[in-house]
């Protein structure tokens, strides 16, 4: 009888001093909360650089000349890669959803007497669609055209120079010959990209236009590629750099965006370090029931006395405990993965506005971030939470068992 009965027992008794077991509640109901919410920063912070890396860095698997980088910090413009000679490759394989040929270029521009230094990007916009929606980013203007003098200019550059749909800017940078080029450009569009320093410091420009500049002769820097749903991004890089070496005769380097991007893979990391961080910050939480456990224990030591005369066992008291931390336990997750995950589901439709925060760091990651979360995710956080947080109580409640009834009973 004693058995059935622990249940209804241990639920009555938390309602004993009720404030205690709110405190503890509210400590177990923070801890949930809180790593809902970090878990969901930074699962949406993940997802935001894996999109950013993808539209506006490397694509899915990106091709470049083999000794690209090797020479990189050199700016090594003249070793491109024969996009004419690689395009029907990429056409023919299965995998393939889409590709761009890309050139980055460091460049001086000039205002005047003014100068300042930029990242120029020649893209074929007509090109873009599986990897950038251009159209939606204009601001201001229109897209450049191909064979034309034009530039698309991000906001915070255009506003940092003082500069307008119309105005005109020199640029100044080193060609594939190693030598030094300069060219002039009309601003025909002003944009609002989601990454901080692409509004900053980059411009765009038809990608025949920045050939001629480079001296380039037809060939391009990278090219970026974007697979079907479902593909092995690196089985498929090697091979479509297997395809290219046995069809043209050379080798590229071609590798998928994860084994590019270092930042992505300390993201990675330290969402590992965050899961221990979490169970810590749970027995964190949990000393707060400990202490709540053990005041009780010395309250009730009559009430063990007794119920221990009466013939419970000290396995008995133990649980009777463990099932009091139990409710407290299910009672705070629930109310703080439950607060947590509307909090994160809000801000996800909402976002994170990072713009001041981020201004001036160059990383993959937007202004604006939105947090995501998951039913299941949070099913998770609240299994984990009520677990540590029960288990919290195991070393007060075996304080209990082991108190002798003829001790409790002359407790006062």
């Known amino acids: 009888m004693m058995m059935k009965s622990l249940p209804k027992l241990a639920f009555r008794n938390i309602f004993r001093n009720l404030r205690r077991s709110i405190l503890s509640a509210v400590a177990i109901a923070v801890s949930a909360m809180s790593i809902v919410m970090l878990f969901g920063l930074l699962d949406g912070m993940e997802a935001d650089m894996a999109n950013n890396l993808k539209s506006y860095y490397t694509g899915e698997v990106l091709i470049r000349n083999s000794d690209f980088e090797k020479y990189e910090r050199y700016n090594p413009i003249h070793l491109g890669v024969d996009w ?52 939606s980013l204009v601001q201001e203007g229109r897209l450049p055209e191909m064979g034309k003098n034009e530039i698309l200019m991000g ?53 025949d236009r920045v050939q001629y500049f480079l001296r380039m002769d037809g060939l391009t820097q990278e090219i970026l590629v974007q697979l079907t749903k479902g593909s092995d991004e690196k089985l498929v890089a090697r091979q479509i750099g297997s395809e290219i070496e046995e069809k043209t005769g050379v080798v590229t380097d071609t590798r998928s965006w994860k084994e590019l991007n270092q930042m992505y893979g300390m993201l990675q990391i330290a969402k590992i370090a965050y899961y221990f961080i979490a169970m810590f910050f749970f027995i964190l939480g949990s000393t707060v029931i400990i202490n709540t456990t053990m005041m009780v224990i010395f309250e009730r030591m009559r009430e063990i006395g007794t119920l221990s005369a009466l013939g419970m066992q000290g396995s008995e008291l133990t649980r009777l405990f463990l099932l009091e931390g139990l409710f407290i336990s299910i009672i705070g997750s629930c109310i703080g993965v439950l607060i947590g ?40 956080i609240w299994a984990y939470a009520t677990v540590i947080s029960t288990l919290s109580t195991f070393i007060p409640s075996r304080h209990a068992s082991k108190i002798q009834p003829v001790e409790a009973l002359r407790y006062v």
Not at 93 to 117: C, E, K, L, Q, W
Not at 359 to 380: C, H
């Open 84 to 135: 004419q000679a690689i395009e029907p490759i990429l056409k023919e394989n299965a995998h393939v959803r889409a590709a761009a040929a890309r050139i980055n270029f460091p460049s001086s521009m000039y205002i005047g007497d003014d100068t300042h230094v930029v990242m120029g990007v020649g893209v074929d916009f007509a090109n873009e669609e599986a990897f950038i929606d251009f159209p």
């Open 155 to 207: 906001f915070a550059l255009a506003k940092d120079m003082h500069l307008g749909l119309g105005d005109k800017v020199t640029l100044l940078s080193n060609t594939a010959t190693r030598g030094s080029n300069a060219i002039t450009f009309q601003i025909v569009g002003i944009a609002g990209f989601p990454v901080a320093s692409l509004n900053a410091n980059t411009i765009w420009a038809p990608i």
């Open 341 to 380: 995950y509307l909090g994160t589901y809000y801000m996800g439709k909402v976002g994170l506005d990072f713009t001041e925060a981020l201004s001036g760091i160059d990383m993959e990651i937007s202004s604006i971030l939105y947090p995501k979360t998951s039913v299941t995710k949070a099913l998770i």
